[in-house]
């Protein structure tokens, strides 16, 4: 590898607008998501789709998210994490747009199939990128803020499932919804994306002297493959790795199958489903908020270890409970629980700098392999005992997840 030229430390206003740029990507890959989970009820039932076949779709997007978590190294490395960023989620924006055309204008299933392919692939590619970035912005400040940057995107889903629910109890269509959104996302992003600083040594092409600069420094195609399969010899690594498919399968759950599960579980309808799931994000976001203070003060482990304990409880009030109310008092101890795993295993991840996409990409596929299993997984379960009761696979991993949590201990003290 060449000799790296030391970065010189970058003005406050510059570092300012490059976190609050991650914290906008951040916030609009919650508002994609949210806005297909929001909406999942009336999609399903429009399709006349049984929960096996619905779970099929979203394998359709989980697969989509694995092959966008591993080309995003590669999208980096050759375009830079500007153009890289607003590719990921224009992606997004084209599958949300063929969601809802699938659902209403076509009324076809395998539409709606294709569109959530691109919708996972968009959303798996950016979800690297901005971890990779907001790590950077995070050394450079010294001070943990991965987490809030992940209460972004809660803020994003929050955002994104009010105006769900919102549009379900007013009536309007999945169509206008999801092109409205779609919109939204390709717009802002391209924004965005310009406080985002170039990177020589991703390959971002910003200007003639950093094309010139990259070109004879960015590592080859072969180089990076090898790289990138390399981190997976680290023990450490792989525990973050099972710490986050634990912690992903409980907040990619209730993405998936909250909704459904209240309206199915406790009888009642698609916009008090949809309003239970803002309740979850809106715990999700809280967590996050708090978590990078709580992080500094007491250390990862701790943290990791009293979120897992909150979110087994809150998935066992959720499934044992009589009556909704209870169930939604266990909705806002998931949502805590789930809420600092995934930041926490990516800030963990990218401790060694060295490597750190090629390290938060193998960590991310090893928690959305959750998001690759899990959706016909539970579906499946779901058709045979019910959702609530496959929910108690969820907590099993969760469990395992609080176990492995030595394994994101801090590298080095932070400055």
């Known amino acids: 590898m060449s000799e790296q030229t030391p970065l010189k430390a970058r003005p406050r206003r510059e570092l300012s607008a490059w976190r609050n740029a991650i914290f906008v990507v951040f916030a609009l890959s919650g508002l994609s998501v949210s806005t297909w989970v929001a909406r999942l009820p009336a999609i399903r039932d429009g399709l006349g789709l049984s929960t096996g076949e619905i779970g099929l779709l979203i394998l359709g997007m989980s697969a989509g998210s694995i092959v966008g978590l591993i080309a995003a190294q590669l999208i980096m490395g050759r375009f830079g994490p500007r153009r890289g960023m607003v590719f990921s989620l224009v992606t997004v924006s084209v599958g949300l747009a063929l969601i809802g055309s699938g659902a209403v204008l076509f009324e076809a299933p395998a539409v709606v199939l294709v569109g959530l392919i691109f919708f996972g692939f968009g959303n798996g590619a950016v979800d690297v990128m901005m971890n990779v970035e907001g790590a950077a912005a995070e050394k450079e400040i010294g001070k943990t803020v991965l987490p809030l940057m992940h209460a972004s995107f809660s803020l994003g889903t929050v955002i994104g499932a009010g105006i769900g629910a919102a549009m379900a109890a007013l009536g309007v269509s999945v169509l206008w919804h999801t092109l409205g959104m779609a919109a939204l996302i390709a717009v802002v992003i391209v924004f965005t ?212 949590s030595p394994a994101a201990r801090e590298q080095q003290p932070r400055r």
């Open 193 to 404: 994306v310009r406080y985002v600083p170039v990177s020589d040594e991703l390959g971002d092409g910003g200007g003639a002297d950093a094309g010139a600069a990259t070109s004879m420094n960015r590592p080859s195609l072969g180089e990076r493959l090898r790289a990138g399969l390399a981190v997976w010899k680290d023990g450490r690594l792989i525990m973050i790795g099972i710490i986050m498919l634990g912690m992903a399968f409980a907040e990619g759950s209730a993405n998936d199958w909250l909704t459904l599960a209240v309206v199915d579980g406790y009888d009642t309808t698609n916009a008090t489903g949809a309003l239970v799931f803002s309740v979850f994000v809106v715990a999700m976001t809280v967590g996050r908020v708090v978590g990078g203070p709580l992080i500094d003060r007491f250390g990862r482990v701790p943290v990791l270890r009293v979120s897992a304990l909150s979110a087994v409880v809150g998935l066992a009030l959720f499934i044992l409970s009589p009556v909704l109310w209870v169930a939604v008092v266990g909705t806002v101890l998931w949502g805590l629980g789930s809420a600092l795993g995934f930041p926490v295993g990516m800030s963990a991840a990218a401790d060694d700098s060295r490597n750190a996409a090629a390290r938060v990409s193998a960590v991310a596929m090893i928690g959305y392999f959750a998001f690759l299993v899990g959706p016909p997984v539970i579906g499946l379960l779901g058709e045979h005992i019910g959702l609530l009761n496959a929910l108690f696979l969820v907590l099993g991993l969760v469990v395992m997840a609080g176990l492995a």
